[in-house]
Every structure is written in structure tokens, then in C-alpha cells.
């Protein structure tokens, strides 16, 4: 079984910045996509970024130039969060896919906090 674990969120005025950071674990082969998705009271879980084996990069239009996403040792995926809004506020779930023995796996994290609030 793979698992996700976030951390790195919290309260942060606008303007501010946080890092988060999500750890995959388990037998996995390979990883094709890990990616953070976010989902503010009332709102659906939309896509925030995500990146890929070759490392390219997506990110959503509301947080182009602000967030940057990275990976290290292809098991450990980061957003880096700048010029925060208070729009940005939501729990943010990390998202991986890719392949252990024998199959495929898609898993989530169970989410981290943001708050951006003076």
C-alpha cells in the first residue's frame, strides 16, 4: 500500500509564504505524477499543480507565479506557496500515481490546513 503524508501547513498573514511537503512511501517502482490539489469551504477540490518524470511542470491559473512545485529523490513532492491570498485558503491533499509490483497505484494524503487570515 502507498502512502501520503503532508505537512508544512498553517496560519500565514497575506503576502506570507509556507512550504508544504508530501512523503510517499511503500513498495513503489516508479512515479509518474505527484501533484497537490486544494479544496476551500463550500468549493469543490480543484487542481493546483503537479509534476511529471521528466519534472514539467502544470499549474492552475490562479497560482501561476506564485506557487512552485518540486520533487527530490522521486518520492518527496513540495509546494513552495508565495504571495499568499486569503483566496488560497483551503486543505490542500497531495496526489501521486504510478506503479508498484504488479499493478498500478493512485493514492491521496489526508490533507494539510492553510490559512491565510491578518
Known amino acids: 500500500q502507498v502512502q501520503l503524508v503532508e505537512s508544512g501547513g498553517g496560519l500565514v498573514q497575506p503576502g506570507g509564504s509556507l512550504r508544504l511537503s508530501c512523503a510517499a512511501s511503500g513498495s513503489i517502482v516508479s512515479i509518474s505524477v505527484m501533484g497537490w490539489y486544494r479544496q476551500a469551504p463550500g468549493k469543490q477540490r480543484e487542481l493546483v499543480a503537479t509534476?511529471?518524470?521528466?519534472?514539467?511542470t502544470y499549474y492552475s491559473d490562479s497560482v501561476k507565479g506564485r506557487f512552485t512545485i518540486s520533487r527530490d529523490n522521486a518520492r518527496t513532492v513540495y509546494l513552495q506557496m508565495n504571495s499568499l491570498k486569503p483566496e488560497d485558503t483551503a486543505v490542500y491533499y497531495c496526489?501521486?500515481?504510478?506503479?508498484?509490483?504488479?499493478?498500478?497505484?493512485?493514492?491521496w494524503g489526508q490533507g494539510t490546513q492553510v490559512t491565510v487570515s491578518s
Open positions: 496526489y501521486a500515481a504510478g506503479r508498484i509490483v504488479g499493478s498500478s497505484f493512485d493514492s
Open positions: 509534476i511529471g518524470r521528466s519534472d514539467n
